[in-house]
């Protein structure tokens, strides 16, 4: 069974850093393109970030550039997302997902998801 499952989430003030980690177990994450998706409430999931199988890091949303940074363990079979000088903007609930093509910031284009975790950056 395929399975991904982020951690590292929390409740930081702004400037804060974060390292979200997600970590895969079923199949080998370096034949995956990983991306980083988040949501906030009462918005459509969107992407951020994502990793190809050759390690090869793209940022979609442009609030992002310079501040997130994804990176991947094939040892450890993980992909982290490290998340700088954090804004109360970047609240929500950020995902993991997988997939066997190249990167998109598409999510529907996606197969596989974890369950989400939150960060919550706030004074």
């Known amino acids: 069974q395929l399975t991904l499952v982020e951690s590292g989430g929390g409740l930081v003030q702004p400037g804060g850093t974060l390292r979200l980690s997600c970590t895969a177990s079923?199949?080998?994450?370096?034949?995956?393109?990983i991306g980083w998706f988040r949501q906030a409430p009462g918005m459509e999931r969107e992407g951020v970030s994502c990793?190809?199988?050759?390690?090869?890091?793209?940022n979609y949303v442009e609030s992002v550039e310079g501040r997130f940074t994804s990176s991947r363990d094939n040892a450890k079979n993980t992909i982290y997302l490290q998340v700088n000088s954090l804004k109360p903007e970047d609240t929500g609930v950020y995902y993991c997902?997988?997939?066997?093509?190249?990167?998109?910031?598409?999510?529907?284009?996606?197969?596989?998801w974890g369950q989400g975790t939150q960060v919550t950056v706030s004074s």
């Open positions: 997902a997988a997939r066997l093509l190249g990167c998109t910031g598409t999510a529907k284009f996606w197969h596989y």
């Open positions: 079923g199949f080998p994450l370096d034949e995956y393109g």
């Open positions: 990793i190809s199988r050759s390690g090869d890091a793209i």
